[in-house]
């Protein structure tokens, strides 16, 4: 159970209101007005919790589970025992996110502390929480409850819409922001850019002279950098979710709904299309476009363009298809080599 000096829940929800928030569906002859007090795991579950069941793997604690009621795809809902409410729906992981957000309620309480900075010419909207610490720059524009923890900085002119977080000691600059968007602790945005003239004379630094534009509904994870753009701008699109210690260089263009795992590089004025995952420790290089729903697998270095659906791993990055076929024959040939050498010998 989630511990209540940590985590501020909803006390009860119906099961009518559990179906409208999952978007699931049950069985006839259900008492919607039963109430549910909480999520849980299988095996932790009782009468008054909902859990969920979406991979067949957890199908021996779904058989056992005491839970009130679980959130099952159509082909695991046979495994729930008698008496367990089913809710039906098409992608159980996602009705259990939305249940979870539903229980455990974000909380802004609309205080701004004493010890905060706000600059007389700030705007902030009805709502916001602004915590010890916090430093709010001149002519800032913040939407509707925005929550700025502890020792964040938003610096001159920044503007974020509703619903934005900003964590501890993170710092936001030259940014333009959505709804929604959540910038975790530590990282930084707005900086400038890795922009130099190399010459006989060493480096020459180039002005960084764009922004961050930043859609709706993005998560930025902690200690993450995105540079803002050197001319033109940096911009991450609506729905994109980036993992703990990336590095997004400026111009970079991340398209809608795509996923950056912990620690990967973008270089450079790269594109990504939507929907693109790329995996852990991935670097890719500058001035590259990435095709929509391309997956890049972990630590695969990507040197040039790829096509649109690209599944690629290694480096240089090959087809995934091919590089498992290259790691069986290399592997193959180890054997091979080992056994000539036991034979000469």
């Not at 890795?194 to 509904?217: C, E, H, S, Y």
């Not at 791993?313 to 180890?334: C, S």
Request: glycine letters at 12%.
């Amino acid at each position: 159970m989630a511990d209540s000096r940590f985590f501020h829940k909803k006390e009860v929800l119906t099961l009518a209101e559990i179906v409208e928030i999952t978007g699931t569906k049950v069985e006839d002859g259900v008492d919607f007005s039963k109430t549910f007090s909480n999520v849980q795991g299988l095996a932790e579950a009782t009468q008054e919790d909902v859990s969920w069941l979406f991979i067949s793997a957890m199908e021996k604690a779904a058989s056992i589970t005491k839970a009130g009621a679980c959130i099952v795809t159509e082909n695991l809902k046979s495994f729930l025992p008698e008496g367990c409410i089913a809710l039906i729906s098409k992608d159980a992981h996602k009705s259990y996110g939305l249940l979870s957000q539903a229980f455990y309620p974000r909380q802004v309480n609309g205080i701004v502390h004493p010890k905060a900075f706000v600059d007389e010419t700030a705007v902030l909207g009805e709502g916001c929480q602004i915590d010890a610490g916090a430093f709010i720059g001149k002519n800032v524009k913040l939407g509707k409850r925005c929550h700025i923890y502890p020792n964040a900085v938003l610096l001159d002119s920044v503007e974020m819409g509703d619903d934005c977080t900003v964590g501890s000691n993170a710092t936001v600059s030259f940014c333009l922001a959505g709804n929604k968007v959540y910038i975790y602790q530590g990282t930084q945005v707005g900086q400038d850019g890795f922009g130099f003239a190399m010459n006989a004379n060493g480096p020459t630094k180039v002005m960084q002279l764009g922004r961050v534009l930043i859609g709706n509904d993005v998560e930025i994870g902690s200690n993450t950098t995105v540079d803002r753009g050197a001319m033109g701008d940096t911009v991450i699109g609506n729905g994109v979710r980036i993992d703990n210690l990336c590095q997004i260089a400026h111009n970079v263009k991340i398209g809608d709904n795509s996923v950056i795992v912990a620690q990967v590089g973008i270089a450079g004025s790269t594109e990504l299309g939507q929907f693109v995952v790329v995996a852990g420790q991935a670097g890719l290089a500058g001035h590259i476009k990435i095709g929509s729903g391309s997956q890049i697998g972990a630590q695969s270095g990507i040197l040039g363009d790829i096509p649109a659906g690209s599944k690629l791993m290694g480096t240089p990055a090959m087809d995934q298809r091919d590089y498992f076929k290259l790691q069986v024959l290399l592997r193959k040939m180890l054997k091979d080599r080992v056994k000539r050498n036991k034979t000469n010998d």
